[in-house]
């Protein structure tokens, strides 16, 4: 049975940090492309972050650039978010996912292209 579980999510006040993790099990892990993303109230999905089966390659959201930090450690099947300097406009509920063969930006960035996805953790971050 394959799952994805996130945790790590909560309360933080903005210019804080949070760490989410995602733990796979019921595939190999290491043969898929993660992503994690995001919705908002009222909001599409959107891609956050992403990262290569390998870990070679990563792709972020303009929107987190330099405050948030993918990684992926394929002998835990566990796939991370780092967020610092978070924002209150960072808050939404965020889900990792899973696909294969996810080879451009746009195929990244596209939600019907992912096989697995997570229950999703929520981040709220206050003023």
């Known amino acids: 049975q394959v799952q994805l579980v996130e945790s790590g999510g909560g309360l933080v006040q903005a210019g804080g940090s949070l760490r989410l993790s995602c733990a796979a099990s019921?595939?190999?892990?290491?043969?898929?492309?993660m992503g994690w993303f995001r919705q908002a109230p009222g909001k599409e999905r959107e891609l956050v972050a992403f990262i290569s089966r390998s870990g070679g390659s990563t792709y972020y959201a303009d929107s987190v650039k330099g405050r948030f930090t993918i990684s992926r450690d394929n002998a835990k099947s566990t796939v991370y978010l780092q967020m610092i300097s978070l924002k209150t406009e960072d808050t939404a509920v965020y889900y990792c996912?899973?696909?294969?063969?996810?080879?451009?930006?746009?195929?990244?960035?596209?939600?019907?292209?992912?096989?697995?996805w997570g229950q999703g953790t929520q981040v709220t971050v206050s003023s």
């Open positions: 996912a899973a696909g294969r063969g996810l080879g451009t930006i746009t195929i990244i960035r596209t939600t019907s292209r992912y096989n697995y």
């Open positions: 019921g595939f190999t892990f290491s043969s898929y492309d």
